[in-house]
C-alpha cells in the first residue's frame, strides 16, 4: 500500500525526560512500505483544546462528531445486569445444554430460558413475566421476539413434552452411578376448582379448605434440584414416592441410586413394597418416634450408652436388611425440653378459665365442658401429658408426670436407618447423609415464596400445571447454582466449619459472623442478601440513544458499580454491552 492510500490518525505520544512526562498529539498518516508500516508526521496538534483534539481523532476514524451540549435523545433504557448474570451462568452451567433437546427448534428453548430467568428474578405471573421481560435486554441477546403471552404458553407445552429429556440431562450432569438423591413431598394451593389434579388433602402449606396439588422434588445431597413430579392433591406420601423411585430407574436409566427420605416416605409398608419393586435400591430414613419409644422399652437401644457417645449402631430382628444408629443431640433435646414446658404451661392456663367457669356455674353439661377442653388444648397438642376428669357440673385436671418423664428422656433422640453397606458409609457418613434433607427443605421453601411463586397455581390445564411446576423447579436449579457462586457478596457462609460430630447442631464460621456483623466481606466488600444483590445488578442497563435530527442510533451501558464487576467476576463472565 502506497502513501495515496494511507490512513490518518491522531497519535498520543508520551515521552520522558528525567522524573517529567510530556504529552503530544500528532496528526500521521500510515502506510506499508517494502513489507513494513511505515509512519509520516503531518502535525502536532499538542496545542489545540482537547476537545478539538478527540473531534479530530474521531472525524479521522470516520466517527460522528458530536457537538458538546448536543441534544440528545434517549431512545429507551432496558435492565441488563441481573437478566445477563443468570444468562451467562446458564450456559456455563450447563442448564443451556439442557434445554437445547429439540435441535428443530431453535425457538421454545430460548423462550424457555427466558421464562426460567425471568421467573427467578420476578416471581410474578405469565402476563406480568412477559411485560418484564419486555423492559429487559435478554429476549434481544437471545434473538427472540415475543408477541404475546401465548407464546409462554406455547413454551409451556413445550416444556412439558421434553421434560424427561431435560430431567435426564440434568441428572446425568450432577449425578454418577450409585449417587445419593433426596426426595421430599410438599403441596401448593390451587385457584379455581377445574384442574383434575385439584383434591382436598393434608396441606402443607396450612391452607384449609383450598384445593391443592402435590409435587416431589429430587435433589442432589447439596440441594440442587434436578427433577420434579406433580401428583393430584390427595396421594400419599407412599405413592407418589413408589412412582417417582420407579420412574427414576425406567425413563433416567438410572442403575443403582441411594434415596435419602424423611420418615413418613420409609413407612413399613412402602419399604415392603420398594423392595418387591426393586430390592437393589438403598436408602436413608429415620425411624418414628412409636418406633424408639418400642426399641428403648425391650432395651435394644439403652440410653446409658449415650454418656460415652452422642451415637451408636445396632441392628434389630424387626428391621431386617437395616443398619439403626441412635443418635442424641442435647442442642435438640434442650429445645424440646423447653418446648414441652411453654406449650404445657399454655394449656394449664386455658385450662385453669375452663376450670373457672364450671365452678362460676356458667358450664354444667359433661358434653359442653369436653368441647371446651378439647378446643382449649388443640393448638397444644399436649392432651396426651394432661388427665382430665368431667363430669355434671365439675371438671378438674393434673399433668400426667409419667408421660412427660417418659417422653423427656427421649428428647434428641432420633434413630436413623439404612440399607447402605459398612463398607461404603460409616454410621457418622449415614447421619450426614440424613441431614442434608434440611437442604431439600431449603428448596421447598424458594420455590414456594423466598425466590419463587410456585402458588398461587393459576393454570387449570393438567399439563399446563405440571409445566408450571417444572418451570419453577428449573428456576429453583439455576437460583441454587447462583447463590453458591455469589456467596462471596451475601450473607451466606463460605466456609462453614465441620461440626465436632455429625449429630452436633452446625455453626456458623467466624468469617460469616464477621460479615454479618459488619455488613462487609474480608475484601471491604458490600455484603447484602440475595434478593438485593439481583436488586442491584438489575440497575445495570443498557441504553439506545441518539442525537436529535441524527438517523443514527447507538448504545451505551450504564457505569458499572464495583459489586456489579465483582459479581460478573465471581461466575466468571464478562459485563457484556
Known amino acids: 500500500m502506497g502513501r495515496d492510500n494511507a490512513s490518518m490518525h491522531v497519535s498520543h505520544i508520551v515521552s520522558r525526560r528525567g522524573e517529567k512526562e510530556y504529552h503530544s498529539w500528532l496528526v500521521r498518516r500510515s502506510y506499508r512500505q517494502d513489507g513494513k508500516v511505515k509512519h509520516e508526521t503531518i502535525a502536532n496538534v499538542s496545542k489545540l483544546p482537547k476537545e478539538a483534539i478527540e473531534a479530530l481523532s474521531l472525524a479521522l476514524s470516520n466517527k460522528p462528531v458530536i457537538e458538546a451540549g448536543a441534544d440528545f435523545e434517549i431512545l429507551g433504557s432496558k435492565r441488563h445486569g441481573a437478566v445477563s448474570l443468570l444468562h451467562a451462568l446458564a450456559k456455563s452451567e450447563g442448564l443451556v445444554r439442557a434445554l437445547d433437546v429439540d435441535t428443530r427448534d431453535r425457538v421454545h428453548p430460548r ?7 425471568a421467573q427467578a428474578i420476578k416471581r410474578s405471573s405469565k402476563l ?92 442432589t445431597p447439596e440441594g440442587l434440584p434436578l427433577a420434579v413430579r406433580v401428583f393430584p392433591g390427595n396421594t400419599s406420601d407412599l405413592a407418589s414416592f413408589r412412582s417417582v423411585t420407579e420412574e427414576l430407574k425406567k425413563t433416567h436409566n438410572l442403575t443403582r441410586i441411594v434415596i435419602v427420605g424423611d420418615r413418613g416416605m420409609f413407612s413399613t409398608t412402602n419399604i415392603e413394597e420398594l423392595n418387591k419393586l426393586d430390592p437393589s435400591y438403598l ?44 443418635c442424641r443431640n442435647e442442642a435438640l433435646g434442650h429445645k424440646r425440653h423447653n418446648e414441652r414446658h411453654k406449650l404445657l404451661e399454655v394449656a394449664t392456663k386455658r385450662l385453669e378459665k375452663v376450670k373457672a367457669q364450671v365452678v362460676a356455674g356458667r358450664l354444667r353439661d359433661p358434653f359442653a365442658i369436653g368441647r371446651r377442653v378439647e378446643k382449649a388444648l388443640a393448638s397444644t397438642k399436649m392432651a396426651k401429658h394432661i388427665i382430665t376428669e368431667i363430669a355434671e357440673g365439675a371438671f378438674d385436671f393434673r399433668l400426667d408426670d409419667d408421660a412427660i418423664a417418659a417422653e423427656a428422656a427421649l428428647d434428641g433422640i432420633y434413630v436413623i436407618r439404612t440399607t447402605l ?76 466449619p465441620q461440626p465436632s460430630s455429625p449429630v452436633a447442631k452446625k455453626v456458623v464460621s467466624t468469617s460469616a459472623k464477621a460479615k454479618a456483623a459488619s455488613k462487609v466481606n474480608r475484601n471491604g466488600q458490600e455484603v447484602m442478601s440475595f434478593r438485593t444483590l439481583l436488586s442491584e445488578l438489575d440497575t445495570l442497563e443498557r441504553t439506545t440513544c441518539r442525537v436529535k435530527g441524527c438517523a443514527v442510533t447507538f448504545t451505551k451501558m450504564t457505569t458499572h458499580t464495583p459489586l456489579q464487576q465483582r459479581a460478573f467476576e465471581l461466575i466468571g463472565a464478562k459485563l457484556s454491552v
Open 128 to 219: 406480568a413475566m412477559t411485560k418484564y421481560l419486555l423492559t429487559t435486554t435478554l429476549l434481544e441477546d437471545l434473538g427472540i421476539s415475543v408477541s404475546g403471552v401465548d407464546d409462554y404458553y406455547e413454551t409451556l407445552d413445550w416444556l412439558r413434552r421434553h421434560q424427561n429429556a431435560i430431567e435426564s440431562r440434568l441428572i446425568r450432569a450432577h449425578t454418577k452411578t450409585g449417587s445419593m438423591l433426596l426426595y421430599d413431598l410438599s403441596s401448593s394451593y390451587m385457584e379455581g376448582t377445574k384442574c383434575p389434579l385439584s383434591h382436598y388433602g393434608y396441606s402443607r402449606d396450612k391452607k384449609q379448605g383450598k384445593l391443592q396439588i402435590e409435587y416431589g422434588v429430587v435433589a
Open 283 to 326: 436408602y436413608v430414613s429415620a425411624l418414628r418416634s412409636s418406633q424408639i419409644r418400642r426399641l428403648v422399652g425391650d432395651g435394644s437401644i439403652q440410653l446409658g450408652l449415650f454418656d460415652e457417645s452422642d451415637l451408636f449402631e445396632i441392628t434389630h430382628p424387626d428391621y431386617p436388611g437395616e443398619r439403626l444408629i441412635a
Open 421 to 496: 453397606p459398612k463398607e461404603g458409609a460409616s454410621a457418622s457418613d449415614v447421619v450426614g447423609y440424613y441431614k442434608n434433607l434440611a437442604n431439600l427443605e431449603r428448596v421447598f421453601r424458594s420455590m414456594k415464596s423466598i425466590d419463587i411463586n410456585v402458588r398461587p397455581i393459576r393454570h387449570y390445564l393438567e399439563d399446563r400445571v405440571r409445566a408450571h411446576v417444572f418451570a419453577c423447579m428449573l428456576s429453583a436449579h439455576l437460583l441454587h447454582i447462583a447463590r453458591e457462586r455469589l456467596s462471596e457478596l451475601t450473607f451466606r457462609d463460605e466456609e462453614p
Open 111 to 117: 423462550l424457555a430460558l427466558a421464562m426460567i430467568i
